[in-house]
């Protein structure tokens, strides 16, 4: 019997993927255009801030993370400092990795300049050619170190997949009973042979097999002639705003875009290809897979620059529920849509910067919410256009106040602080600190209430980092909700 949509999502939790294949490190150089150069009749970027992401192979691992299963990412850096930087973003991502690390060749960089979400310039740092025979039996051993369900090859033609590597990468993952998935870049898709599913775009599937795909028909002929090359199970070929189609030896299925307002498709690929994969693993027949995997894509397209989706988001995109075991109905009335997982915020926060707005984040408690709290946050929105807020967990609030705190729960706090006009998203946090909340929103404003110094505040030197501000406002005296509780006994 089939899964359902939602059953499949469940299913996906814990699922552990190989990722092999090229690991960039993308870098993105946020700023603003005012005027043309004198010097050259090109546009002067006054750059405001910068962000490191996971690119490449390491985006397919961190699109497995946020879909809930456990990604081990296997690739190769450089001994540089960008290789440095990469395995750090692994180790917030939670992605466990083998990669090996190259003595002379960089880590594959891509820097993207971009002013009011228009890509102004890339540039790129790498080093194509293939791996040496030491590093591609080290980065071989790897791979045969693993025990994963399912196993993605993100080629994007930077030198670590070539076709020994992929003869027995695939010779191993068969006799282990592993799924096998790719992005191809080569043209010659027999370099692929063995592997399940294929998952290239309309171009690169013309430029492989010789032919056009712009009709539903071009694209079913395309695909058998790629299909045979591979000798696979089918073609998953990615469309852009038309959609994505599933080919195989006998039948065709199409869906379309899922897209509401596009700002980048940057990585989309990534999204799919980890969405599908996973789906297929979970249980999922294959037409299901793509349904899902399109959702997903519709999701990514509308952020900027490479990025991932959850679980909740695909199942919002299908308009089912999930998970299963949902909140009750009293609960189900105090939701609204400014109340948000850490992941949605920090893709809010993207969607507002891509829009030009400056994103403002303050924290804190607001256990019983009062008049010092609203000037607080009201101030707070006046330095920048949109405001978030980090909310304490009850278990934070505890370990900070004390057993009798707090005395309203999470989910009463957080209604009350998404209701005021000034807040546009409300985010819980369960550590004693909101340092992980800042660095995955980033926001262009951190504001502290109080008496605190600059240097002191949490988040503080990693926003003044990317160019961003720090703000201390005072707060309104004899307003505190210890005041309020200790009145209320009296």
Known sequence: MSLS????????????VLVLGDVMLDEYLFGDIQRISPEAPVPVVALG???????????????????GARPILAGAVGADADGQRLESILAEHKVEHRLVRLQGRPTTRKTRVLARNQHVVRLDQEASAPLDETARAGLLDAVKSTKPQLLIVSDYGKGVISRGLMREVVA??????????????????????????VTPNAREASLASGQPTGTQEECVTSGRTLLGQTGGKGILLTRSERGMGLIDSREAHFVSARARTVYDVTGAGDTVIATFGLALAAGAEPVEAMALSNFAAGVVVQRVGAASCTREEIAREAGIEYPASGPSSDDLRLRTPRMMSLTEAAAAAERWRAEGKRVVFTNGCFDILHAGHVVLLEEARSRGDVLVVGLNTDDSIRRLKG??????????????????????????????????????????????????EVATIVGAKEVQGWGGEVAVISLVPNRSTTSLIQKSKS
């Open 49 to 67: 801030r910068q962000q490191f992401r996971l690119g490449g192979a390491g985006n397919v691992a961190s699109n497995l993370a946020a879909l």
């Open 172 to 197: 191993w993952a068969r006799s282990q009973g592993i799924l096998i998935l790719v992005d191809p870049k080569s043209t010659d898709f027999t370099m692929y042979a063995g592997a399940d599913y």
């Open 403 to 452: 057993p009798t705190r707090p005395v309203q729960p999470l989910q009463d706090r957080a209604r009350v602080m998404a209701a005021l006009h000034a807040v546009d998203a409300v985010v819980p946090f369960a550590e004693d600190t909101p340092l992980n909340v800042v660095l995955a929103l980033r926001p262009d404003v951190l504001v502290k209430g109080g008496d605190y």
């Open 5 to 16: 949509r939602r059953e499949i999502l469940e299913r996906m939790e814990g699922l552990s």
